[in-house]
T-cell receptor, first 116, second 114 residues
Framework: NAGVTQTPKFQVLKTGQSMTLQCAQDMNHEYMSWYRQDPGMGLRLIHYSVGAGITDQGEVPNGYNVSRSTTEDFPLRLLSAAPSQTSVYFC???????????????FGNGTRLTVT | AQKVTQAQTEISVVEKEDVTLDCVYETRDTTYYLFWYKQPPSGELVFLIRRNSFDEQNEISGRYSWNFQKSTSSFNFTITASQVVDSAVYFCALSPGGSYIPTFGRGTSLIVHP
């Protein structure tokens, strides 16, 4: 059982470049989300989705886009990378509220992104 | 709005010491869920425990125990006889019932020295 798969594990970008962080889960989880983790700031929610075709902004959405065309995939796009987006990014998913109220999050292994 | 406070930024202990990680939360919801996650140096985030607001029973799992007290809005985590493998960042989180989105504390970094 693969769980939540994130790619790539590491990425270095130049300012202004674009890229997509991939996230896929094979647990039929309704909810998917992206977090960034910065020293001393904990986990901050970027965007989330409660089902295919539905996305919404989290705490720090600026500079990021998402889409959810399938239940399994939830890519995160950086349209024009900035040094402030240097961070570790985590994708997380969980069961829908109808299946299990507040089941725990399952996290991917993270992507370490550096923007120079 | 919910809030989770982990006041201890970093704790350093020597192996075999007992250590308690504090978690204090704020919520107006009567139904809510509390979680602890562990992030070892390898970086992945691992779920440890979930508690709902109607279940104040303490839980013990091996060397780990959790003390949930609604009267003080706390959900503290104790590691007995700590080991080097316990070194990690530990996150406490709260989700209101009926909400997908947890609120995380900023984490406590636990360093266990041999």
């Amino acid at each position: 059982n693969a769980g939540v798969t994130q790619t790539p594990k590491f990425q270095v970008l130049k300012t202004g470049q674009s890229m997509t962080l991939q996230c896929a889960q094979d647990m039929n989880h309704e909810y998917m989300s992206w977090y960034r983790q910065d020293p001393g700031m904990g986990l901050r929610l970027i965007h989330y989705s409660v089902g295919a075709g539905i996305t919404d902004q989290g705490e720090v959405p600026n500079g990021y886009n998402v889409s959810r065309s399938t239940t399994e995939d939830f890519p995160l796009r950086l349209l024009s990378a900035a040094p402030s987006q240097t961070s570790v990014y985590f994708c997380a998913s969980r069961l829908g509220l109808g299946a299990a109220d507040n089941s725990p999050l399952h996290f991917g292994n993270g992507t370490r992104l550096t923007v120079t | 709005a919910q809030k989770v406070t982990q006041a201890q930024t970093e704790i350093s202990v020597v192996e075999k010491e007992d250590v308690t990680l504090d978690c204090v939360y704020e919520t107006r919801d009567t139904t809510y869920y509390l979680f602890w996650y562990k992030q070892p140096p390898s970086g992945e985030l691992v779920f440890l425990i979930r508690r709902n607001s109607f279940d104040e029973q303490n839980e013990i799992s091996g060397r780990y125990s959790w003390n949930f007290q609604k009267s003080t809005s706390s959900f503290n985590f104790t590691i007995t006889a700590s080991q080097v493998v316990d070194s990690a960042v530990y996150f406490c989180a709260l989700s209101p019932g009926g909400s997908y989105i947890p609120t995380f504390g900023r984490g406590t970094s636990l360093i266990v020295h041999p």
